[in-house]
């Protein structure tokens, strides 16, 4: 599988954990560079690259191969921008901490830059953090009104068969 860098390994375990094969020319062959313990990538135009990961109410969420100095607000423009019920006041930044196991969480409230344009608090991503943004409390009860609205109707018909089954009977 080609990326604008690299090959994605074929191999299924080196696939499960997103290797990379990067072209090595001195040697003729590729060099695997897993994602899990690499920070950062060199690519071949020189360029010092990283992945983060993005989730939920974004255009294109997944893994970014992004370059090492990326703001939060450059991230979600690559990843198309947020989705129509994005929680932008609660965006999350999971970041894996280096002396534990347990991520650190920091959260950025994107409405006000929206609303004001000040870009206190918008931070610079490291390698390997993960975006989350959730959707709005209102967008989830609105998405789920066809659930509701079809419960609702199978619950009317069982009881409309059940009143003209004890009518024949």
Same mark, same amino acid.
């Given at each position: 599988i080609v990326s604008t860098t690299g090959l994605f390994a074929q191999d299924s375990q080196s696939q499960s954990? *997103? $290797? /990379?094969i990067f072209? $090595? !020319? +001195?040697?003729g062959r590729g060099k695997y560079m897993p994602r *899990? $313990?690499?920070k950062y990538i060199t690519t071949e135009d020189g360029m010092i690259r990283m992945f983060v990961n993005v989730w939920g109410e974004v255009k294109q969420p997944g893994a970014h191969m992004v370059s090492e100095d990326i703001d939060l %607000? =450059? %991230? %979600? +423009?690559i990843c198309g921008g947020p989705t129509e019920g994005a929680n932008l006041s609660e965006v999350k930044i999971y970041r894996k901490a280096t002396d534990s196991s347990q991520a650190q969480i920091k959260k950025i409230n994107? !409405? !006000?830059f929206i609303e004001n *344009? =000040? =870009?206190?608090g918008v931070m610079t991503l490291k390698p390997n953090d993960t975006v989350? /943004? +959730?959707?709005t409390f209102g967008h989830k009860i609105i998405s789920n009104l066809g659930i509701l609205s =079809?419960? %609702?109707?199978i619950v009317t018909l069982y009881f409309q068969i059940q009143y003209f089954n004890s009518r024949a009977n």
């Open positions: 954990r *997103g $290797d /990379i072209p $090595d !020319k +001195s040697e *899990g $313990d690499q %607000l =450059t %991230l %979600l +423009s994107l !409405k !006000k *344009g =000040t =870009t206190k989350m /943004i +959730s959707e =079809t419960t %609702l109707q």
